[in-house]
């Protein structure tokens, strides 16, 4: 072998391997986050505390300097707990303090705009309003009109005959990130108007007000959707080849809603859609028109503020609260409108960015958390807005049954800067929270299931389950006894299976309430030589799947049958057929 071969596979066998089980919960979500014994609202209070002491001026945090011109409003929801929706914390930056128009004080009521948070709320509208089939039907056939479009040249025509209402979504329709007139990266604007220069100094050619990309059929707000599609230039990508941010792909996307709902307006279809079902008071894609704009959190300019999107409302129009966005991230993660198999084919990607950490979903910005105990990976469902003064996010953890959402505005910061602030917001609220959860999921799964299991019978029939709360992969509720009959099912479990055997929540039975649960094996750590061999040394868990079976029952599934406060009664184990252990301790 060359040396060097013989050095990179020496080297590569010294890998760490990190254990990837089942991607999804460790445990089912917590059911309580509020309450004096629960982890969260501790640590919910110290994060709070720490921002009130800096922003107050009585424990002054360097760290936290960016957020001392921010207006912001922070607040957590849950599925399991309705009460998470009252924390809550809020903080009135000097220029909404003294603003002659809309509120001088926020709180959960106050009236945001949240800009780009509109495009999941689009994505969710379309999925409530629109047929599974017209997810996939090309542009051309939504819009007849623009099938006569030039496409003979795919480096300058777009070909829209391929470009689907499910690739818009998915931001990965190769359409570039804006077009006029509503394209403020559009450098003509500032060169020509805002700060005149002429273009020819910089080695650009003059434009004219009859310039392709100038002269386009669509110039207002109110425009049609076939005069905005005629006006877009040449493609960033091929449709599917890689994602790519677009405020344009969400007008678009507005548009199609409308044409198939037969509902002209967005704010008609986003009002059927989401609003009148959730009860929804202070949520629109309509800017206010009354001033000095009350209930409403102004910042900066006051034209800029109170802009009437039209069609582009689709894509950042989104006026609303953190007691209303609460309401949002609730009904997505609870299933309240949508059927919940769509609701989990919803929050999966749909494509992958070039970092490891980060992908696309429909709408979704997807966030890949490495728990730092457990190294387990939390998938975090988001959508960030940033536009003008204000910046939002809302995130969504179905793994935990649990979202937060961050809303800042400044008209006195700059817009990096309000930037910077509202991201380090959301790492603040995901830093402190999600640990919690991890801790309060445990002790409530230890609670509710770790003990021992004892079926009738003449002969002895056991199951033991422990919560392991050593850091490592191995943490969870795990398998340390199965005796049936006498006879240790265990050992022979473990022969097939593993050591270490650690049970995930898997299905659910909402009309029994009964839970199943799949063993996940904790192997040991397994050299690995690259890419490939990596993948079964460290995520082999999604390749096991119940594949050994007896009589067809699976040797890894236990179901567990639960009392009314979600304790477990009674433990089945699957391939005993029906044999119930009772819960004695």
Known sequence: MHPSLLSFAAASLCL????????????????????DSSSVRPQWENLTSTLEGHLNGTARNAALSGLDNVTFSLGLFSVNDPKAASLQYHHTGPDVRNSSFGVNKVDGNSIYRVASMTKVLTVYSGLLLLKTSDWDKPLTEIFPEIAS????????????????????????????ANARPFDAGELST????????????????????????????????????????????????????????ANTNFILLGRVISKLTGLP???????????RPLGLKNTSLLSPTESPYPSYVVAGDVSAFAFQGEITSSSGGLFTTTNDIAKVGISMLNSTLLPADQTRKWMKPNSFTATLDFALGMGWEIYRYTDKVTGHVTDLYTKLGDSGAYASYLVVVPDYDFGFSVIATSGIVTAAERSAATHLLADLVSETILPALRDQAAAETKRNYAGTYVATGTNTSTLTLVY???????????????????????????ELMGEQLVLAPATEDPKTGQRGFVITPVTPDTPYTGVFSEMFATDADWINNNGLTYGGQALGTFYFDLADDGSAIAALPAVLRGKRFKKTS
């Open 149 to 176: 479009l030039s496409k003979d040249d795919p480096n300058h025509h777009i070909q829209w005959d391929t470009i689907t209402p499910f690739s818009l979504a998915s931001q990965i329709s190769g359409i570039p």
């Open 468 to 494: 392991n709360e050593t850091a490592g992969p191995g943490f969870g509720l795990t398998v340390t006894s199965l005796v049936n009959n006498g006879r240790n099912l265990l050992a022979f479990i473990q």
């Open 190 to 245: 500032i060169l020509y108007f805002t700060n005149p220069v002429d273009p020819t100094t910089l080695g650009l050619p003059p434009l004219t007000l009859n310039s392709t990309g100038i002269n386009v059929p669509c110039q207002a707000a109110n425009c049609s959707a076939v005069q905005y599609i005629k006006g877009i230039q040449a493609p960033t990508l091929p449709v599917f080849q890689s994602p790519g941010y």
């Open 265 to 275: 307006a967005n704010e008609q279809w986003f009002q059927k859609a989401v609003v």
């Open 16 to 35: 760490p391997a990190v254990h990837a089980r089942i991607l999804g919960p460790l445990d089912p979500a917590p059911v309580d986050l509020t309450s």
